[in-house]
């Protein structure tokens, strides 16, 4: 070991490093490549003609070096695709885990409506319905980053060893088992009743297309985070839209297409799921940039405080 | 100096440094800012995103050695790969500088 760096900075350049995991079984490997550089930096600085205490080195160090959350991002773009699982496959899988989330939801609001009955007033509908197309989204979002997390950490998630076929006939069944029972139909709403075939097409294609996007829409933020706060809130934007597509495409198609013009009863549901499912893709939105902002704050303050 | 021109042409500007011999994280960085001449100023952590992509692609191969320090380092040396890849580059660069060139002549003459 190098005498001139103490074992008190040692273990600083360490901890230091740690921030620049990329969750991969190269880690460690990877950590010691930069805390080597920091030590030999260090030891420069500890050795040039002015004088500067080890503390100071430290510093210039960690200011020459940049910032990890920024190296961790690079490093990250690099090695994210080590475990070579087909796009087709974690499409799949994230269908399969949407559905399965969304059924989730629905057995439970069912649930909620026989001990709560008054939740089946115009309201309560509108509101219930938003509840569960924006906590499926954020539920199986959630269930997806922890999935991908494992995948570049070097593991092969169960799901994920499945055939796409196995997993898109689990979705199939769970999709089947729903529009069977539609939700709507316990609120005595306008909900997808098959009014003809074109409705009927359209209202298929958008239920498959809408969920599809949002697979997509979170396979890509899952790999890639947006760096830029315009980009998370176009993300943000479509995902609601997704929602919006989702929950009521087949009310809002019905009257649409059947005599013309939908009633203001299903504008006002429509508007009014969309504006809830904006509002929670905004706030959520708004969530991220300000933790990352906070992390970014606390990071500089840090460094300032030494 | 213009980031994005830098950002653009890291990896030909370490091939080159690696071409005259293998050399390990810091050291690239000291010899690159020696080469610069204060040009342009480096965030030295930027290095190794370059260097593993570099290594992705094999252009460079990787060694463990132990420095007189006690620590390991890890060495990187340019592969016959990446030194074809650095001689295409070099062309592609001298072409595109002289490119401008003409084109800066042509708006000043």
Redesign the interface.
């Known amino acids: 070991?190098?005498d001139r760096v103490s074992s008190e900075t040692r273990k600083q350049i360490q901890a230091l490093c740690r921030k620049?995991s990329v969750a991969h079984h190269l880690d460690a490997?990877?950590q010691?490549?930069?805390s080597?550089?920091m030590?030999?930096?260090l030891?420069a600085y500890l050795d040039g003609e002015e004088a500067l205490s080890e503390q100071d080195a430290f510093i210039l160090v960690r200011e020459?070096?940049?910032d990890?959350a920024?190296?961790k991002g690079?490093?990250q773009?690099?090695?994210v695709h080590e475990a070579h699982v087909s796009l087709a496959r974690r499409l799949a899988v994230a269908f399969a885990v949407t559905t399965g989330v969304h059924a989730v939801f629905v057995v439970a609001a069912r649930a909620l409506l026989h001990v709560w009955p008054a939740l089946r007033g115009f309201g309560g509908f509108q509101a219930l319905l938003a509840v569960i197309a924006v906590a499926t989204a954020v539920a199986s979002w959630l269930f997806l980053l922890r999935l991908q997390r494992g995948l570049a950490a070097g593991r092969t998630p169960w799901l994920l060893t499945r055939r796409p076929a196995y997993l898109a006939g689990i979705a199939a069944v769970l999709s089947l088992m729903q529009s069977l029972a539609p939700i709507s139909a316990e609120f005595g709403a306008s909900g997808p009743v098959m009014g003809s075939m074109l409705v009927w097409r359209l209202t298929m294609v958008a239920m498959v297309a809408s969920p599809l996007l949002q697979c997509v829409l979170w396979l890509w933020w899952c790999d890639r985070p947006p760096r830029r706060v315009r980009t998370a809130v176009t993300v943000a934007g479509v995902w609601a839209l997704c929602i919006w597509l989702t929950s009521c495409a087949g009310a809002f198609l019905r009257p649409g297409v059947l005599s013309g013009v939908p009633s203001p009863h299903v504008i006002a549901q429509s508007l009014a799921v969309l504006a809830y499912a904006l509002a929670c893709a905004l706030a959520a939105c708004g969530l991220y940039a300000v933790a990352r902002c906070a992390a970014t704050g606390l990071a500089r303050a840090s460094i300032a405080r030494r | 100096m213009n980031k994005e021109l830098v950002g653009a042409s890291t990896g030909l500007l370490v091939l080159g440094i690696l071409a005259r011999s293998a050399s390990?994280?810091?050291?690239i960085?000291k010899r690159l800012n020696a080469e610069a001449e204060g040009l342009f100023l480096?965030?030295?952590?930027?290095l190794?995103?370059v260097l593993?992509?570099l290594e992705?692609a094999g252009l460079v191969r990787t060694q463990w050695q132990d420095a007189d320090?006690?620590?390991?380092?890890?060495y990187y040396y340019i592969t016959a790969e990446g030194r074809e890849a650095l001689t295409e580059r070099t062309e592609e660069w001298n072409a595109f500088n002289q490119m401008v060139l003409r084109l800066g002549e042509v708006r000043n003459g």
């Not at chain 2, 390990?24 to 050291?27: H, Q, R, V």
């Open positions: 070991m190098d620049i490997e990877i010691e490549e930069l080597g550089h030590e030999d930096k030891a020459h070096f940049g990890p920024a190296l690079l490093l773009d690099v090695h | 390990y994280g810091y050291e960085v480096w965030q030295e952590g930027t190794y995103p593993h992509k992705k320090t006690g620590r390991r380092r890890k």
